[in-house]
């Protein structure tokens, strides 16, 4: 188990479950850090005295720098501030901020030589290539904590070959609006798609799992972190949420891995890694599911699946593009600006005019997440 821990965007529904398992083990905290939300971060620093935080908010920064002057925890402020405590030398960073924003504190905690536990898929969705060549370069195996990636890694453990993988299965759980038509999605309202059935998370993740862009998302972070090509990643919905995901062998042996909907688990086996330790989570007794259902995904009303599918086989800046026009899209849609069926349409857009380039560099994958923000826009008349 890891001694000590940095954690970025620790404000966050992960990074809050995160500082829950760090304390049920006494693991130290190196550094913290948050957009805003100084309040909960402020907390946070008094619980568990890092060495340092940041405030990607220059004036949030500001302001905490004076609320916790008493406790000598060195403050710094702007992405740049982010970056530099993902550098602080510690065991592992485990980066669950939310979006493309995220990009910087993965390559910064590879680039430092950190271990580094990844929830941010955004990273590995925009930025697949640099990140997987940064962590191979300086030796380092990227743990997944997305729950189905976790669940695969746990069902690869033994594997020692990945030809003797035929295919991940990754599950879904097809969300809120899982059963409804193309047509029904056209009124669906912001409260509905923030209610997610099994999952209590953060509103960007939430509105991406009513769309489906969230699985979308995951199969590309499935290829990077597992180096699987993307026509052998399943998706299956499975309504329940207690199979977390999936490998198939070429014996056609199913290994999966179950557990109860919370994400304490997979953040913690990153964390132990290849160990295992008691854990806050309560245990799953299967008797209490009359039956476990899976089904195919409705490709039709949820497109999203497979314009993610689409931009990884087209490789280059395809999905830094479409993630950028899901992330303008997703939060356009959460401030009313359009409607639900609107995202599907600015990830489709997206795909059709993404530039077509593929020796890429990190300012290329920002500059492209840029640009596809604003035809985002211009598409809606914004
Ligand atoms: P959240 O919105 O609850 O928290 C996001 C965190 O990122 C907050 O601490 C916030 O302050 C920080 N942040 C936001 N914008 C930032 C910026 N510009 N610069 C620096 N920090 C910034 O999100 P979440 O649900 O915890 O999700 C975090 C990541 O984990 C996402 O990539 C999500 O896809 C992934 N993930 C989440 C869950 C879950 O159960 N919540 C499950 C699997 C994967
Ligand atoms: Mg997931």
Same mark, same amino acid.
């Given at each position: 188990?890891?001694?000590?821990?940095?954690?970025?965007?620790?404000?966050?529904?992960?990074?809050?479950?995160?500082?829950?398992?760090?304390?049920?083990?006494?693991?130290?905290?190196?550094?913290?850090?948050? =957009?805003?939300?100084?309040?909960?971060?402020?907390? /946070?620093?008094? /619980?568990?005295?890092?060495? $340092?935080?940041?405030?990607?908010?220059?004036?949030?920064?500001?302001?905490?720098?004076?609320?916790?002057?008493?406790?000598?925890?060195?403050?710094?402020?702007?992405?740049?501030?982010?970056?530099?405590? $993902?550098?602080?030398?510690?065991?592992?960073?485990?980066?669950?901020?939310?979006?493309?924003?995220?990009?910087?504190?993965?390559? $910064?905690?590879?680039?430092?030589?950190?271990?580094?536990?990844?929830? =941010?898929?955004?990273?590995?969705?925009?930025?697949?290539?640099?990140?997987?060549?940064?962590?191979?370069?300086?030796?380092?195996?990227?743990?997944?904590?997305?729950?189905?990636?976790?669940?695969?890694?746990?069902?690869?453990?033994?594997?020692?070959?990945?030809?003797?993988?035929?295919?991940?299965?990754?599950?879904?759980?097809?969300?809120?609006?899982?059963?409804?038509?193309?047509?029904?999605?056209? =009124?669906?309202?912001?409260?509905? $798609?923030?209610?997610?059935?099994?999952?209590?998370?953060?509103?960007?993740?939430?509105?991406?799992?009513?769309?489906?862009?969230?699985?979308?998302?995951?199969?590309?972070?499935?290829?990077?972190?597992?180096?699987?090509?993307?026509?052998?990643?399943?998706?299956?919905?499975?309504?329940?949420?207690?199979?977390?995901?999936?490998? /198939?062998?070429?014996?056609?042996?199913?290994?999966?891995?179950?557990?109860?909907?919370?994400?304490?688990?997979?953040? /913690? %086996?990153?964390?132990? %890694?290849?160990?295992?330790?008691?854990?806050?989570?309560?245990?799953?007794?299967?008797?209490?599911?009359?039956?476990?259902?899976?089904?195919?995904?409705?490709?039709?009303?949820?497109?999203?699946?497979?314009?993610?599918?689409?931009?990884?086989?087209?490789?280059?800046?395809?999905?830094?593009?479409?993630?950028?026009?899901?992330?303008?899209?997703?939060?356009?849609?959460?401030?009313?600006?359009?409607?639900?069926?609107?995202?599907?349409?600015?990830?489709?857009?997206?795909?059709?005019?993404?530039?077509?380039?593929?020796?890429?560099?990190?300012?290329?994958? %920002?500059?492209?997440?840029?640009?596809?923000?604003?035809?985002?826009?211009?598409?809606?008349g914004l």
């Amino acid at each position: 188990m890891v001694k000590e821990l940095t954690i970025l965007g620790s404000t966050g529904s992960i990074g809050r479950q995160a500082l829950d398992v760090a304390d049920m083990h006494g693991i130290r905290i190196t550094a913290l850090t948050s =957009n805003s939300r100084i309040d909960i971060l402020e907390n /946070q620093v008094r /619980q568990f005295s890092p060495e $340092a935080v940041a405030v990607a908010d220059e004036k949030k920064a500001k302001e905490l720098k004076i609320k916790i002057a008493d406790t000598g925890v060195k403050v710094l402020s702007g992405s740049g501030g982010v970056t530099e405590c $993902a550098s602080m030398k510690t065991q592992c960073v485990l980066n669950s901020i939310v979006g493309i924003a995220g990009l910087g504190g993965t390559v $910064a905690a590879l680039e430092a030589g950190n271990g580094l536990a990844l929830a =941010n898929k955004e990273s590995l969705v925009a930025g697949g290539s640099h990140v997987t060549r940064i962590a191979r370069e300086k030796g380092i195996s990227i743990l997944p904590v997305d729950s189905e990636h976790s669940a695969v890694f746990q069902s690869l453990a033994g594997c020692k070959d990945k030809k003797q993988i035929k295919k991940l299965i990754l599950t879904a759980s097809g969300g809120p609006f899982f059963g409804k038509t193309k047509k029904e999605l056209e =009124n669906v309202t912001l409260e509905q $798609a923030l209610s997610h059935p099994n999952w209590a998370m953060g509103a960007k993740i939430t509105v991406d799992s009513a769309t489906m862009m969230n699985k979308g998302l995951e199969i590309i972070e499935a290829a990077w972190l597992f180096g699987i090509k993307s026509d052998k990643i399943d998706v299956v919905v499975h309504r329940q949420s207690v199979l977390h995901s999936a490998v /198939q062998f070429v014996d056609n042996s199913v290994i999966g891995q179950l557990g109860v909907a919370d994400m304490r688990i997979p953040i /913690q %086996y990153a964390l132990t %890694y290849p160990d295992r330790a008691e854990s806050p989570v309560r245990e799953l007794d299967l008797t209490e599911y009359m039956t476990l259902t899976f089904e195919k995904p409705d490709y039709d009303a949820f497109p999203c699946i497979s314009y993610c599918k689409q931009a990884f086989e087209r490789g280059g800046l395809a999905p830094a593009f479409i993630n950028g026009a899901n992330e303008k899209a997703n939060e356009l849609f959460r401030s009313g600006k359009i409607k639900f069926t609107d995202i599907p349409k600015a990830v489709e857009n997206a795909l059709t005019v993404c530039p077509v380039k593929n020796d890429c560099s990190l300012s290329d994958v %920002y500059e492209a997440d840029s640009l596809a923000r604003q035809t985002t826009e211009k598409l809606f008349g914004l």
